[in-house]
């Protein structure tokens, strides 16, 4: 922190200065190709230096939407930057409950906040009803290399608006028992080959521990697996065209794979965050956890009874000489295109998540795992040596992993209904031990219907 | 005159004294239905906007499976959760009511406490017992060798929401059949001990006719709360996902029509619909009591 923050006030000008330029002429191409896009237009009024001062001197409340805890100690490093600019943080409830309030408010046409926190996948949920402030006039498009690229592709658009800046993020890896894979003489996987042969050895060593739980109901771990195996299930084209494949070749892998384990019942099928889930965790009864990069200082929370029996590794790779990751959860700061205060929001959008003061109290107050480039080599953050995992790097283990994350995946713009199909469709068959791979044909056939029903043209 | 002004004050004083509750009627109750009634008019796509369709959604509706077979799932909790649940509730009434009951105001209470309990707190703490590995339940069939009962599986579901539902409200209808016992006038219960009625024939002749109007009440009061059934399922669908679906009640549909697909509009007539049902389903059974009694 030491080392980072003093040259921050320097390069805060120099960056916006240059942002200005880099964002003019990238609206002036995306101009070129599609003039009626909201993003492409309003980017080509790249705002100037003159304004983002004049703004950010003037007396200004902002409202905030976001669910993290303590964001005080981040709010108040930008208040004393910019003492002008007040920022008052509303807590509207942590993911889906904030969704729904943020869609009434933006329905009805008051009441929307200035700047909200949301979610990497649902984005497109906001872009499609038009309700995000394309960032690059505001000097967003030149941050794109303080982040790590498949946090930077989550939030772009395909005319390169830059509809978020991403805040923290969720590479998946394993955490696995030392002890227990010791005790059973398993050794780490690091193939899903491997994987399921260990699970089936462990479990068969003993019927009571299971090497790995799946949440059969959990979408978004499937999402992370799906992306680290390379599936591309939703891709659109366009703003009403999308392409819809959770049924293709590679989903139908994962389907019978994880399908497979969980008919042979070598491992657990149980809904995740519940009691009797987390009362697993600590007795013993799963081996692992395939979690995301903000998993490790979870755990270490909710299984306390077994400090220092925890280690990481990277996911068990479908080809191991090209190491793959997916990812599951991380938010991202995003600007509602109805603030009356666009510069001053997209200027604390931007500062609360490039700062280097500010971004490495998200990594080392709120343990976010850290979507810069920066904090993701700070000694600092990666240096760290938890107990829990028995003084093992943890930090620069996932750091690693952020940067095997496919920048390509993309997410529907109906993703809640997605997400739904999934539970009723491959989620209950898993857990009922009935075909998976039939499955993703029902959750095919039904997303497709509701997009058709949606006005979209489905590929 | 004086009789005049007395009674144009009189005609200016009735409605005076119901406007504050007309006024409330209106704004929360007939406004929002009527917005709603509105709303179902029409028909938004992400892509495309808002347009009016005229009746196109309770046409979608009636032929929804999904929305028949959450109401069928309500009228069967209906059916047997309602019976089990007033009849506990009335005896509980008629053995308070009988003051051979030791300690009658420590049972009484004890009896209406989960109601007391709000229904999400009640929920997941049902949620708890019922669980398959460290529920209390399951641990005591571990310990006895038992098989492990599985409250949380498709088979048990609906057995299990009747559960937790009676458990709390049978205090509530409890509360209400004891104060119409209560009410009944004394002389009755002389009269009826000189003819040489004994406790059993008293509360046959004398208690249970005189409670139908009580009864009544609890019945509709039912009938409304199985077929409006959303909290508890609602709660237990993180534990059993698999199990309760977005369409396990016909008011969790409506609310995953809403908030999970956006589609407020289909949400607004699927909830007119199921008012409709229930509107129906009160009005036959105050029918065939009404019936019954004017024989």
Known sequence: MATSSPQFPVSRRTLLASAGAVSLSAALAACGGDGKGGGGTSAAAAVSQADIDKAMSTATELTFWTWVPDIAQEVALFEKKYPAVKVKVVNAGQGGPEYTKLRTVLQAGTGAPDVAQIEFQYIPTFTITDSLLDLRPYGAAALKDKFVDWTWAQVSGPNGEVWAIPQDTGPLGMLYRKDIFDQYGIQVPTTWDEFAAAARKLHAANPEVYLTNFAASQPAAWHGLLWQAGGKPYVRSGKSTIAIHVNDATSKKLAAYWGGLAKEGVVGIEPDFTDPWFAALNSGKYATWLTAAWGPVFLSGSAKSTSGKWRAAPLPQWDASTPQSGNWGGSTSAVIKSTKNPIAAAVFAQFLNVDPASALLFATKQFFFPATKAVLADPAYVGATPAFYGGQKVNELFAGISSTVNTTFQWPPFLDRVEADFKETVGKSLTDKTDAVTALDQWQTRITTFAKGQGFTVQ | ?295
């Open chain 2, 1 to 295: 005159m004086s009789v005049i002004t007395a009674r144009s004050s009189r005609r200016t004083a009735g409605p005076l004294f119901v406007a504050p509750f007309l006024l409330l009627f209106v704004l929360l109750f007939l406004a929002p239905l009527g917005y709603a009634a509105y709303l179902s008019l029409f028909e938004h796509k992400l892509i495309g906007g808002t347009t009016f369709v005229g009746l196109d959604n309770y046409v979608t509706a009636v032929k929804d499976p999904q929305l028949i077979h959450g109401v069928l799932r309500v009228a069967t909790f209906f059916l047997i959760q309602v019976p089990v649940m007033l009849v506990l509730a009335l005896l509980f009434a008629l053995a308070l009511d009988s003051g051979l009951v030791r300690l009658a105001r420590v049972v009484r209470l004890g009896i209406f406490v989960p109601y007391a309990v709000p229904s999400v707190v009640a929920s997941l703490m049902w949620g708890y017992l019922y669980g398959p590995d460290y529920g209390p339940f399951a641990q005591l069939s571990k310990a006895l060798h038992v098989p492990v009962p599985h409250f949380l599986s498709s088979g048990w579901m609906l057995g299990s929401l009747a559960n937790i539902v009676t458990w709390e409200f049978v205090g509530y209808n409890m509360i209400i059949l004891y104060a119409a016992l209560r009410a009944i006038p004394h002389e009755l219960y002389e009269a009826a001990a000189v003819d040489g009625a004994g406790a059993w024939r008293t509360a046959w002749s004398i208690k249970l006719p005189a409670l139908r109007p009580a009864l009544m009440l609890t019945l509709v009061f039912s009938v409304i709360g199985s077929f409006q059934l959303f909290n508890e399922p609602n709660l237990l669908q993180r534990l059993a996902p698999a199990v309760i679906d977005s369409a396990y009640t016909a008011n969790l549909y409506a609310y995953s029509l809403a908030f999970i697909s956006q589609q407020i509009n289909y949400a607004a007539a699927v909830s007119f619909l199921l008012g409709l049902v229930i509107v129906i389903v009160s009005y036959a059974v105050l029918l065939t009591a009404n019936r019954r009694r004017t024989p």
